[in-house]
Structures are given as C-alpha cells and as structure tokens.
C-alpha cells in the first residue's frame, strides 16, 4: 500500500523557515514523480513545487520562487522542503503527493495518484 507522511509544519513568524518531510513507502520511489500542494481556506488547492522530470528539473509557483527549495534523499525515499523567508500568505495546508507522470505540468493536482495526509504550516504576522 501506498503512503506518504508528511511532517515539519508548525506555527513559525514572519521571515523564518520551517522544512517539511514527505517519507514515502509502498512504491517504487524513484519511478514517480512527487509534488507539494498546499491549501489555504476557502481557496482551491495549489502546486508549489513538484518533479518535472527524472533529470532533476523542477517547478517552483512564482510566490515561492527563491524562497522554498525541493529537494530528494533517495535512500531514505523522502522529499523535502525547505521553507525560507515564510510569509504569512504561505499559510496552508501542505500536502505532498506522488504522480506516475513526469511532465512540466506537474502542478496539475489531478495527474497525482497518491496523497499524504497534509502538515499544517502557520506563518504569523
């Protein structure tokens, strides 16, 4: 069985950082291609940073770019990422999440088959 546990959020002030974890299991790791979504209430849910491809390319939302920074440790067949210079319009809930596809439309929530639980970020003002 697929899972993916996300862990790393919190409550943080504006202008720190937090890194979120994403362990996953029950899948070949390195054949999908993995995403971070976040959902903020009563907004749709959105990719920030995902996988485009096997050679490392990777997609960033323009509010994060140069602040949040993915990145993979296969052997413990976790993801990360690094949250820098949080603001408090970065508050959501986080959720990463693994696609069969590798293509530069990795944002697209639907193209994704399996979902972690999602981890809390809070960023205050």
């Known amino acids: 069985e697929a899972q993916l546990v996300e862990s790393g959020g919190g409550l943080v002030q504006a202008g720190g950082s937090l890194r979120l974890a994403c362990k996953t299991s029950g899948f070949n790791f390195d054949a999908f291609a993995i995403g971070w979504f976040r959902q903020a209430p009563g907004k749709e849910r959105e990719g920030v940073s995902c996988?485009?491809?096997?050679?490392?390319?990777?997609y960033y939302t323009d509010s994060v770019t140069g602040r949040f920074t993915f990145s993979t440790d296969s052997a413990k067949n976790t993801v990360y990422l690094q949250m820098n210079s949080l603001k408090p319009e970065d508050t959501a809930v986080y959720y990463c999440a693994a696609s069969r596809f590798w293509t530069t439309h990795c944002d697209r929530a639907s193209l994704y088959d399996y979902w972690g639980q999602g981890s809390q970020v809070t960023v205050s003002s």
């Open positions: 996988m485009e491809s096997t050679d490392g390319s990777t």
